[in-house]
Every structure is written in structure tokens, then in C-alpha cells.
């Protein structure tokens, strides 16, 4: 039976999703054509299945003779109940997450005093009630297992107390000296009670210094605006504005501390509801695939220490069409070759076309000199004060890796006598040339604030545990200013304190509360009554009209040739055909701080699609080269340091690149992030943080599994994504009807046209009646969807997602119930790369349903497919009938053995699945019924928008839409008439509730490729 | 030689299999039976760490069941009251007395009382008792005559089955919403025509899908 024509589409582009499909290796066919992987229904362990039954049978018989007698449950109300607490009712506060030197405003669901969930506040102009996966699953980290509870000394259980007493004899001692010898060394922050206490600090020890650093940062961009502007200005891109954005090397739609803001403003201006509104285009020049060049209209791979040559060829063209550039003369424009060159002419027209409107963008990993002549191109492009602005926070502590350096020299030579660390991780994380954990070694006070006993906690005298933001009062502005309380959530889990508590203690040798400190800032940052001000600012999460103004910054002033000229930066083409190794933060782990969390590392790369493991990644052609393949072990040397690695290969990647990223291969992160991937900052020195030139790579032979999510659920090469450019969507505003595919035998048929198939033919079973009550529906934006998965771990939160490990993952058992599909487009070695998020359709012609022995899977009259889980025996097969692959079966109990701790942020509105049951996505039915609930006492009907599931919450791209379909007035009802929606696999006749918009993307007509 | 097998045993399969049949629909009807929540449910008594009396309260001195029973009419759990709620009356009214002793217990130390639950669901239904108080349902409905009760028990099976009977039918169990505490309350005369109009005014559809209480 064929009557499906595959793989009709209308740009005729070949859609694939790994190599193996491509090639069409045996493997890849033997994985697609099982449901299950092989071997996936089989019982690996060291015990046999023999020897399961056995224990089980004497199990069962015995708790059958148990079973008689009904359990007895206890019901334990409060002896006071707190005022507004209803059990049953969960409560919502505002506060907010500090991210360095940005934060973004939360909204955290509290469960009888349990935070469980995350959500973005509405109010808080960074993220406008959106989050990322970072965000989403920072709510974990609360609640794990293998924080330390005690301070210790030594080694040894000590407590809050005594640390006090401690420091107070430091405290004298150091006050006789002017704090001789003393050094604290800080992540960065942009605090206003940190930095008020940081100065009293250095007020009390004129002779101290304070060491603000991170392993991963803005630095270099920091550096560039000190040299031009004198000193350093936070600078505020604003995405929103821009119709042309070039990121030089820059992942601000990931990787980025910003990227929730960055992704916001720049879905923002590629939002379309008809072939006739405008997109913004977006440019990309790097070595990497980032999820930024995946998001590309036009993509440049190029190494990356040719970054730096490209912009200033960009100036040059510039110059030659008639821009002038201040400060440029004297400076040689490279001349380009290739794909580069021919980029130049229409992009520099493209960026003078956009005058005002355009952003210019350069990578925290470029070097500054990259980012102070970008900084001269956004001048003279008319930029600055439109698309980027620049404030003055006083109250942020910048990086600085200069002063580590010599701070640790200082500790080396013995000329620091005390050392407190405000939490880092510097002996995982410093540069390895610096040999910070042998300088530690030789001051005689150290002390570490930290989340865990961590590495650098095992090497210090004194470790103290660190609250996590939602136990703890602080303050934290955003990059543009706006300033958040950082109110807790609940009161400590442990014997831990605040940073802004510690610090406290170190400036003035006395314990004080988090609460008082942050209120004593707050006097001074309030108008008008306080108390008001204060509640008013609780309550919203933001103090209003905080954002700092904008300072106006002269583009005369950009005078790049003489700052490059006196820094000694060079903007030379390198032309190296050696290997070059490329850093690069990992999204999910970060720098490694968050290499304990399960979610996080269960969550697959956006680009690689592996889970739990870093790996150096090649182009396909440097593979060859090396005579490399996926999951071999290479071993990488640099500069006389060694690393051996698993190796993977991404189309699209430049070649001669490696690509490392950082955060794994922790040794004291805990029990789930121990031992994963391999620790890359082994590579590292202060010289080149970002990149290095000259490896070499070697194939060890040796062979490393990895799990890799990429082929699961592969749809076979049919039509999944449908995109267009704009011009085409321009010229064929109803090109969908084109590019779906029709069954052969009702290809004649008028209603098939119109896709209207199930009133044609009627499908054999008993249709139910949709045209009442509420229907829901959610619209999916292939446009605007970046890829993220920020609804993935939201969902994950939200629904009690267990965490099912990396050897499951590889058998193809992940649980995530909506997952991002990937797809390459294109030629090899340089593809285009899709994301889709995919999960259950619910189908109003389920195919689940209809061979589901036991009616565990069923319609309800909403037009939701329901999973009733004590219903389900387990057979599979409605996963088996399934088109979408987006039912997940529990093979183990996986939630049986969780930590009591983390017992504690499952969501008490959703069932926890046990061994044998089948799940999938549920559109937040648990929503549902609380906004029918809510409705139901106020005797009225659910508004549009009222209920919104957690994925749809989440996305930072507001590329997921919800609600009731009856309501032809609501926005998903709207959203659906657009002429570019379509319904997954329509030809099937499933008649998904789920439909997508198809991708739209802006190529400039004048660039070739 | 003789036969090895009497006659009687030609007729062997057919008793074997009469047999079979007989015990075999004896033991279902057994289980049936004394396995459906009706027998092993409904009469649960268990004895709580207070002796609490609803009939002394709720039945003789008359008080309402919001009362101490705060959150039924806003959230899906009624709520058993904090010690706070007892300790309103018992500050003054016999605060001596020996029954109460873990109430004063539980006051001065901090600890909750731990009481009994008497009406059990599985964990994967998700019973909402303000939507069931906002249509009219009365408390007496699933709890039985709680006001004449010395022991709290339980009355009535709370199995889906039961629970659907009223979904399918709900106007029996329908009143103005002001009488769902009044255990007294008799339906009038004319109950159908009001419960009609009622449910027509409230919009009250009682969904029998499964993801009205299961998710």
C-alpha cells in the first residue's frame, strides 16, 4: 500500500534528521522500523528474568496476605494554620533569579509551602512571564539530595555559630591591618545589597581586595567598552528594534545569560499573521552550529579566529558604499575569499538599509577587538541609543580574569593569609595555567560558600552552605536596571546562608538577617512611604520605574584604531588549517553548576541531541579527515595538555573546528552529576578562554557510548516541517495546500482539497460531538520557535516527568511528553537545521484509542485524548499505532527510589506514574480543571487565556498557543485561521488538535546562499 | 477380569464439571460480594485520637459544618480543622476535661493531631468538594447523617460506580446551595421541576469523562 506520495514538499528540499538516515545504513533501518529499540523490552540487569519472577512471585504471594486489611491513613492538619493558606489552593509568589549580572522575575507556585514550579512574572520587563530550561529547572536544585547541610571545618561538622566566632577573631585581627592579606573572591553580581555590603567591606579593609570572577563571561565585550568609553557601561541590546540583526559568533538565543530576553524581543519581529507583514532577518557568521545559527536566514561558518577578519571586512564594505566609520583609518581591511566574500556586498547593503534598525552583534567568546569595532559599526550605523543602549550599574560587580590571575599568583608567593569565596567553583573551573588549587593550598584561612561540599569546598579549611535563591532574601537588577526583591520561598532546608548573609558577617563581624539587609537597601532605593513601597514592590516583583536611563554614547567617541592600537589588538585573518578548539558554555549544565541536576542533563542538546555527556564535535569532512567516527574516543592536545574525549560529528560545523563545551566531568557535584562527560576545563588557560589554535587530534581507538535522542521516533522521511521563504509565502500565500500530501485514492476529491477529510469519509467510528462546551486546542509556531526545550523541562516540572538516566535514554526510554525534533535541510556539509516541538496531537481520530485493549486511552467531550493510568495494563500497542511517537511507557518505577527531598517538588495535582503504565502530554488537564474550578465559583465560563499548559507558559518565543477552539474570538482560534497552519501527517486523517504553522524564514533575495 | 473403574465414574466429568461450575460461580458471587467497596467500605469506624463527637457538636449544639470544615466551599479539600479551631471554644469551655488532653497536648507542644481518614479515594482521583458544594450537592449526600454520629463511619461505597450514578443523574441529589450543611433539609414536593430549573440556571453538567478525575 503507497498511496502516500512522500516526500512532496514545496521547496523540494530533502529533509533528514542524522546521518545514518541519509546514508541509509542498516542500523538506522533496524532502528526505524522497530517501535522499541532492540533489546528495549528485555530485562538487562544482573539479575535474570528467571530469578525477577521468582522474587516477585514470593513478593506477590506475601503482599496478597497483606492486602486484606484496608491501610490506615492519617489526616495532620496545622496546630496554626497561616493566614491565606487553604490546602488544596496552591499560592503564587513573586521574586526573582539572579544570573549573573542579569536576572529575570519569577512567579513560583508554592504547594502548603513547597515551591514546585517556576514561572515567569509578567511584570518583570527581562522576560515578560517567560522562562527557559536553565530557569525551569533551577527549582530541582532546591531540593537536591547532595546539598551539604552544616557548615563544616576541615572536614569536620561545625556550625553557623561557630563560624561566627571564628571570623570575629579574623575580624579584629585583619581590622589592626587594614585587612592585609585578606581577598574575597566573588561570582559576578549586579546586587544593590551585595555591592552596598561589598563597599563596606572595603571601606573596613582598605587593604583587602574583592575578586569578582566566572569561568564563563562577558569579559572580553566589558573590556572593549572600558577601552573606548573610559569605563564600563552595561550594554542593553534590544532585539525588539532590530530588522537586521549579524551575530558575530554571539548565541544569544541560547547559550547567553540573556537569552530569554534576547529570544523574546527577537521573536518578536518574526511574528507574522499574514504574507503581508514584515520579519526581521538574522544574519549568523560562525564556527559552531549554535541554536542562533540554526535560527539564521543566512548562515556563514567560518573559524572562529576569522571572526574578527570578517567584521572588519564588514566595515570595510561599509566603508566603500559610502558609510563612514569613525576612527577605522589605519587599520588594513582583510580581503575575503569564498562564501565570505560574496557575503559582503549584500550584507553590508542589507545593514545600511536598516540604518537605526539594525544590531550588530559579537560573542562573548570573540576576543575585544572584535566586540570595540563592532561597537564603531553599530555607531556609525546610527545604533546606539535605538538597538543597543548602555546604562551605568553601579551596583555590578564585572568580571575581571586579570585580577584572578594575579590573585592566585599572590596566593602562590603566600602573600594571602585569608581567602573567602562567595561561591564559584574555582578549583573545577579556573584556567588550568593558573594552578589555583595548588595556590589554595597555601593560604592558611580559606572559606567556601557553597551549595554542596564541591571541589574547592574540599580544598578549603572553612565550607558554608549556600541557600538557594528561592530560601533566601536578596535583591538583583536586570540588565537593562529593573530591580527585583528576592523574596524566599520557604525557610532553609538547612543550616545554610544567604551570599548577601555571609558577606554581611565579613564586613562587619556581626551575623545579620538577609531580611534586615535587604530592607536597609530598600530604605534608600524607595520614594515615599516605605513600607508601602516595599509591599507594593513584594507583591509585583519588580520596583517600578527602576530600569536605569540610558547613557548616550557618542559615536565620535568609538574611536577603535587608536584603542586597538594602544591595547595592542590585531584584527588579522589567521588562515590556519590547524585544528582550532572552540569553548563554548553548555546550555544545560552551564559553567558545571548545574551538573547535579537530572533534568538538565536528561535534556538533549539542542544541535547534538545527546543527553548526559559532552563531546568534541567535527564537520563531517574534518571527521574524514581524522578518520573519526560518532562515539570515538579522540584524544585532543593542546599546548602540552591532554584530553580524551568521545567524538561526534555535526553537519554544518566548520571545518578544522573542535567544539568543546564546558560544565561536565564534575568529581563532587553529587550523585546524579558525578563522572558525567569529561571535565574540558583541563584545556583551559587565562590566555585563550575561548578558543585556542593548534591542536591535535588524535583517534585513541576506543570506543565511548553515547545517548543520543536523534533518531527516536523518526517519522520516515515524510513532509513534518513545511517551510517557505518569505517571497514564496509572498508570492503563494496559501502554499501549504500545495505541499501537503493527499491520499492517491481521494486525490480527486473536492472536500480532500480543502483538507476537510473526515466529513468526506467518515471515519467507522461513532464521531462525537465537538461543537459545544469547551474544544481545546494549541497552535504550534514553526517561525518563531527557536528550539530551545524551555517547554520540555517545564513540562517536565509540571507533570512529574521522572528522570530515567543515560542508559535508558540510549535505549530509547526517555520520558519527556514534548520532545523538539531536529531536522537538517540541505547539503551535508553546510546544512540548514528545523526545530519542532512535538507533543501528543490529541487527535480527534485517534489512532491510540482505536487498539486499546482495556479503553485505558479514550476521548473526553473537550476533544482531549485522555491517558487513564489506572486503567492501563501496559500492552503498547496504542504507542505502537501512534504516527507522532509521543507516548512514553514507564519500563521501570522510575519515581520508587526518589530522594525524599525530591519527593518534594511533585506537583500534588498530577498522578505519579508507576511500572507499566503508558503516559504522554495531557495538555495540562490538572489547568484545566483548576481554571473550570476557579470559573465554576465565580459562575462564569473560562476566559481566553485563563488556562495556559506549562510548555505553552514557558516558551520564550510565545511560539505555543492555547485554548478553545469553539471560541472563534480566541487567540488559538485565531492563530488557526492564519492561511500558513496545518495538521501533522493531515493525510492520515487523525485530525490533530495539535497544528503547526509552518516555518517561515527571510532570506535576503540579493544573497546567494 | 474385573473393571478397574466402577460405573459411576463414566458420570465423573460430568459432576467435575457441575462442580466446577457450582463452586466456580459461588466464588465469584463471593467476590462480588464481599470484595465490592459496599461490604469492606461502607461502616469504617475507625477509632480517632480524639474522641471527638460530631452528633455532640454539629447534631446538638447545632453548629455548621464550615465551621471547622473551612476550605469545602474553596478548595478541593474540605479541610480537617487546625488545633487553633478547637482551642477557639476550648480555652474556656472545659479546660479540664480529660478527652481533651491531646487537643491541650497538641496547643502547647506544637504537634498536630494526627486523626484517622474515614473516607479514603485513591490517589488518582481527584475529588474537588467546592465544585460538588457550589452545585448543590449536600454534604449528607456522600457523608451520610454525619450530625447524628457519635463515631464518624463511612456510609456510602465511593466507588466510580456510585459516584457515576449521581453524575448520570445528579437532580436526586441537588438543593439550594444555602441548605448543603442542613441535615435536615427534606426535598419538597415539587424537588424535580426545581432541580430541572436549577441545574438549567447553574449550568451544571456533571462530566462523565474520565479526565474529570483523573490526570
Request: glycine content about 8%; hydrophobic content about 35%.
Amino acid at each position: 500500500m503507497s498511496p502516500i506520495k512522500k516526500g512532496h514538499t514545496l521547496t523540494g528540499k530533502q529533509y533528514w534528521r542524522s546521518l545514518d538516515e541519509l546514508a541509509g545504513t542498516p542500523e538506522f533501518e533496524d532502528w526505524l522500523h522497530r517501535e522499541f529499540p532492540q533489546g528495549a523490552s528485555e530485562w538487562n540487569n544482573a539479575w535474570s528474568r528467571r530469578s525477577f519472577l521468582t522474587l516477585m512471585g514470593a513478593s506477590l504471594a506475601l503482599a496478597g496476605l497483606s492486602g486484606c486489611r484496608r491501610p490506615e491513613e492519617h489526616i495532620v492538619p496545622y496546630v496554626k494554620k497561616p493566614e491565606d493558606m487553604v490546602p488544596g489552593n496552591p499560592l503564587k509568589y513573586a521574586t526573582a533569579i539572579p544570573m549573573g549580572l542579569h536576572a529575570c522575575g519569577l512567579l513560583v507556585e508554592s504547594h502548603e509551602g513547597r515551591p514546585t514550579k517556576i514561572e515567569g512574572n509578567l511584570k518583570h520587563p527581562a522576560n515578560r512571564g517567560r522562562t527557559d530550561a536553565r530557569i525551569q529547572a533551577s527549582v530541582l536544585d532546591l531540593y537536591d539530595p547532595d546539598r551539604s547541610t552544616v557548615p563544616s571545618r576541615g572536614g569536620v561538622r561545625s556550625d553557623w555559630t561557630a563560624f561566627v566566632s571564628f571570623w570575629r577573631e579574623q575580624f579584629v585581627a585583619f581590622q589592626a591591618t587594614g585587612g592585609e592579606g585578606l581577598a574575597v573572591l566573588s561570582e559576578t553580581f549586579s546586587s544593590p545589597t551585595m555591592m552596598r555590603l561589598r563597599r563596606a567591606f572595603e571601606a573596613r579593609f582598605p587593604n583587602a581586595r574583592w575578586v569578582a570572577w566566572d569561568p564563563i563571561s562577558d569579559e572580553n565585550r566589558y573590556e572593549a567598552i572600558r577601552a573606548v568609553l573610559g569605563r564600563v557601561h552595561q550594554p542593553v541590546f534590544h532585539y525588539d528594534r532590530a530588522k537586521v540583526v549579524l551575530s558575530l559568533e554571539s548565541d544569544f538565543l541560547l547559550t547567553e545569560p540573556e537569552a530569554v530576553t534576547a529570544t523574546l524581543g527577537f521573536t518578536s519581529g518574526r511574528r507574522i499573521e499574514s504574507e503581508k507583514d514584515q520579519m526581521n532577518r538574522l544574519y549568523v557568521v560562525e564556527s559552531l552550529y549554535t541554536l542562533t545559527g540554526a535560527n539564521a536566514d543566512h548562515r556563514l561558518r567560518i573559524n572562529s579566529s576569522d571572526v574578527g577578519a570578517f567584521a572588519l571586512a564588514v566595515a570595510g564594505e561599509l566603508q566603500r558604499q559610502g558609510l563612514a566609520i569613525e576612527g577605522l583609518n589605519g587599520l588594513t581591511v582583510p580581503t575575503m575569499t569564498g562564501r565570505a566574500a560574496e557575503w559582503l556586498a549584500p550584507l553590508a547593503k542589507d545593514l545600511l538599509r536598516a540604518r537605526g534598525e539594525s544590531l550588530i552583534v559579537a560573542g562573548s567568546g570573540q576576543p575585544a577587538a572584535v566586540h570595540a569595532l563592532v561597537m564603531a559599526i553599530n555607531g556609525a550605523l546610527g545604533n546606539l541609543d535605538r538597538t543597543i543602549t548602555y546604562v551605568d550599574n553601579r551596583d555590578a560587580a564585572y568580571p575581571s580574569t586579570s585580577g584572578l590571575t594575579k590573585l592566585t599568583a599572590d596566593m602562590a608567593a603566600g602573600k594571602v593569609s585569608a581567602l573567602v569565596m562567595i561561591g564559584g567553583n574555582p578549583v573545577y573551573n579556573a584556567p588550568a595555567d593558573l594552578n589555583f588549587a595548588a595556590a589554595l593550598s597555601k593560604v592558611a584561612t580559606s572559606v567556601h560558600l557553597s551549595s554542596r561540599v564541591d571541589e574547592t569546598s574540599a580544598a578549603t579549611v572553612w565550607h558554608i552552605p549556600r541557600s538557594h535563591y528561592l530560601e533566601m532574601w536578596g535583591d538583583a537588577r536586570s540588565l537593562d536596571g529593573t530591580l527585583s526583591v528576592i523574596q524566599p520561598l520557604i525557610e532553609p532546608l538547612y543550616q545554610s546562608v544567604s551570599e548577601v548573609e555571609l558577606t554581611a558577617l565579613l564586613a562587619s563581624g556581626e551575623s545579620a538577617r538577609g531580611y534586615d539587609l535587604v530592607r536597609e537597601t530598600w530604605a534608600g532605593l524607595v520614594t515615599g512611604n516605605f513600607e508601602v513601597g516595599w509591599q507594593t514592590a513584594l507583591l509585583n516583583g519588580i520596583l517600578s520605574d527602576s530600569a536605569l536611563p540610558s547613557i548616550p554614547v557618542n559615536a565620535a567617541q568609538v574611536g577603535i584604531a587608536q584603542a586597538m592600537a594602544s591595547h595592542g589588538w590585531s584584527l588579522r585573518p589567521t588562515a590556519t588549517t590547524n585544528l582550532e578548539v572552540v569553548f563554548h558554555p553548555c546550555y544545560t549544565t552551564g559553567d558545571g553548576t548545574r551538573a547535579n541536576n537530572g533534568w538538565l542533563h536528561e535534556l538533549p542538546d539542542p544541535i547534538t541531541k545527546l543527553s548526559w555527556d559532552n563531546v568534541a564535535t567535527f564537520s563531517p569532512k574534518t571527521a574524514r579527515e581524522l578518520g573519526v567516527q560518532n562515539e570515538d574516543i579522540v584524544s585532543i592536545q593542546l599546548q602540552g595538555r591532554e584530553l580524551s574525549i568521545a567524538a561526534w560529528i555535526v553537519p554544518g560545523q566548520m571545518d578544522n573546528a573542535v567544539g568543546l563545551s564546558f560544565g561536565y566531568g564534575r568529581e563532587k557535584a553529587g550523585r546524579v552529576g558525578n563522572g558525567v562527560g569529561v571535565d574540558t576545563y583541563r584545556l583551559r588557560d587565562s590566555q585563550n578562554m575561548y578558543r585556542a589554535g593548534s591542536a591535535t587530534v588524535s583517534n585513541t581507538g576506543r570506543r565511548y557510548e553515547l545517548a543520543t535522542t536523534q533518531d527516536h521516533g523518526s517519522m520516515e522521511g515524510r513532509p513534518i516541517i513545511l517551510m517557505a521563504s518569505l517571497d514564496e509565502y509572498r508570492e503563494n500565500p496559501d502554499f501549504i495546500t500545495g505541499a501537503s500530501v493527499i491520499p492517491e485514492f481521494m486525490a480527486e476529491s473536492e472536500k480532500a482539497k480543502e483538507r476537510d477529510l473526515v466529513r468526506e469519509y467518515p471515519s467507522s467510528w461513532k464521531e462525537p460531538d465537538y461543537s459545544t462546551g469547551y474544544q481545546w486546542g494549541m497552535s504550534i509556531d514553526l517561525t518563531t520557535c527557536t528550539g530551545c526545550q524551555a517547554c520540555t523541562v517545564a513540562c517536565q516540572a509540571e507533570n512529574n516527568i521522572p528522570i530515567v538516566g543515560k542508559e535508558q535514554v540510549r535505549k530509547g526510554r526517555e520520558m519527556h511528553w514534548i520532545r523538539v525534533d531536529r531536522y537538517f535541510t540541505g547539503d551535508v556539509e553546510d546544512p540548514g537545521m528545523e526545530h519542532q516541538p512535538m507533543p501528543c496531537q490529541h487527535c480527534e481520530n485517534a489512532p491510540c484509542e482505536q487498539v486499546c485493549p482495556v479503553a485505558a486511552t479514550v476521548h473526553d467531550t473537550e476533544g482531549l485524548n485522555v491517558m487513564v493510568y489506572n486503567r492501563c495494563i501496559g500492552t503498547r500497542y496504542c504507542s505502537n499505532n501512534c504516527p507522532y511517537k509521543v507516548r512514553r511507557f514507564n519500563f521501570f518505577n522510575y519515581t520508587d527510589e526518589y530522594p525524599e527531598t525530591i519527593k518534594m517538588v511533585q506537583n500534588p495535582e498530577v498522578t505519579v506514574r508507576s511500572r507499566g503504565v503508558m503516559e504522554k502530554c495531557t495538555y495540562c488537564v490538572q489547568r484545566i480543571n483548576r481554571g473550570k474550578q476557579v470559573a465554576k465559583l465565580e459562575n462564569r465560563s473560562i476566559r481566553d487565556g485563563e488556562v495556559t499548559p506549562a510548555c505553552a507558559q514557558a516558551c520564550p518565543a510565545e511560539a505555543i498557543v492555547f485554548g478553545n477552539i469553539n471560541d472563534s474570538e480566541s487567540r488559538v482560534a485565531r492563530v488557526k485561521r492564519i492561511n500558513r497552519t496545518y495538521s501533522l501527517l493531515g493525510e492520515l486523517n487523525t485530525q490533530p488538535r495539535t497544528t503547526y504553522l509552518a516555518s517561515i524564514r527571510n532570506p535576503n533575495p540579493e544573497m546567494k546562499a | 477380569m474385573a473393571q478397574i473403574f466402577p460405573k459411576w465414574t463414566n458420570r465423573l466429568p460430568l459432576y467435575l464439571a457441575l462442580g466446577v461450575l457450582v463452586i466456580g460461580t459461588t466464588v465469584v458471587l463471593l467476590l462480588w460480594y464481599y470484595g465490592s467497596p459496599r461490604y469492606l467500605e461502607v461502616g469504617y469506624r475507625p477509632i480517632q485520637p480524639v474522641a471527638y463527637s460530631h452528633k455532640l457538636h454539629a447534631g446538638d449544639l447545632g453548629m455548621d459544618c464550615r465551621y471547622c470544615h473551612t476550605a469545602v466551599e474553596k478548595s478541593r479539600f474540605a479541610t480537617v480543622p487546625p488545633t487553633q479551631t478547637c482551642m477557639n471554644c476550648h480555652q474556656l469551655i472545659l479546660p479540664e476535661s480529660q478527652k481533651l488532653l491531646p487537643v491541650r497536648e497538641s496547643w502547647a507542644t506544637g504537634d498536630p493531631i494526627e486523626w484517622v481518614r474515614v473516607h479514603n479515594l485513591p490517589d488518582y482521583a481527584y475529588f474537588d468538594h467546592s465544585r460538588h458544594i457550589q452545585s448543590g450537592v449536600g454534604c449528607i449526600s456522600c457523608h451520610g447523617n454525619v450530625a447524628q454520629m457519635e463515631i464518624v463511619s463511612q456510609v456510602e461505597p465511593l466507588n466510580m460506580g456510585w459516584c457515576l450514578t449521581c453524575h448520570r443523574d445528579p437532580a436526586p441529589n441537588l438543593r439550594p446551595v444555602d441548605q448543603v450543611t442542613n441535615m435536615a433539609w427534606q426535598p419538597p414536593a415539587d424537588h424535580a421541576e426545581w432541580a430541572a430549573r436549577f441545574m438549567q440556571e447553574h449550568n451544571i453538567r456533571p462530566p462523565e469523562d474520565c479526565s474529570a478525575c483523573h490526570r
